[in-house]
């Protein structure tokens, strides 16, 4: 579905619904009525349910997609062992970073960890919203600040040596997810075990 609809009772009339995609990159920085009304019509509504995939291993990922409601996870596979690379959820943009600004095969997996409602936009579409719409070069520009701050972060947690304080620095940057995310992937973005994982919470638990 695109975010252009006429209105009941005059089919002449379009009356134009602004795509929380478009208003999450116009939050970013302001984008001209004609790019938002570009992106709008191009934007379309998908829905992924708990454990399927958006995107596998091998194929190409066409798509960056706004997350509404939901959380998704990016993994690779190692052998038998699956290591999640990244977790995000509501208000945040999800893609295969590599296969859709390169346009090559993803060597990532991404998976729905809830039901989730998603926003997506094309590679054409946004490479004709950077080629027409200067403001939108910005808006990128700003976006790939944000999330090289979100790689570093990883990059961070992952040359930490002490489990205790990995799981620490998890908890103080992505705490809302808790609740919502499996022992299990939190363990294997954290890199350790799910049993050194329970040991841990157990002991910050007997702490307090």
């Keep these: 579905m695109s975010f252009n609809h006429h209105s009941p009772g005059d089919p002449g009339t379009a ?13 970013v920085h302001p984008l001209s009525p004609d790019a938002r009304a570009y992106a709008n019509r191009k934007s379309f509504s998908y829905r992924v349910k708990k454990g399927e995939f958006l995107v596998r291993s091998g194929e190409l ?28 959820s509501e208000n945040e943009l999800a893609t295969s970073i590599t296969s859709f600004h390169a346009q090559q095969k993803a060597f990532e997996n991404i998976q729905a960890i809830e039901d989730s409602e998603l926003i997506g936009l094309h590679y054409d579409d946004l490479q004709h919203l950077y080629n027409n719409y200067p403001e939108v070069n ?11 701050r979100d790689a570093e972060e990883r990059a961070y ?36 075990t799910l049993e050194t994982l329970s040991r841990i919470r157990s002991k910050l638990s007997h702490a307090k």
């Design 15 to 27: 009356t134009l619904i602004e795509s929380p995609l478009v208003l999450f990159a116009h939050a």
């Design 61 to 88: 990922c066409p798509y960056v997609y706004f997350i509404q409601k939901g959380i998704l996870r990016g993994y690779v596979q190692d052998g038998k062992k699956e290591i999640t690379t990244w977790i995000t």
């Design 138 to 148: 910005i808006t990128g520009r700003k976006l790939l600040e944000k999330y090289y």
């Design 157 to 192: 947690i992952a040359r930490l040596t002490e489990a205790t304080s990995k799981y620490q620095r998890f908890i103080a940057t992505k705490s809302f997810m808790l609740n919502r995310v499996p022992l299990k992937f939190i363990a294997s973005y954290l890199g350790m």
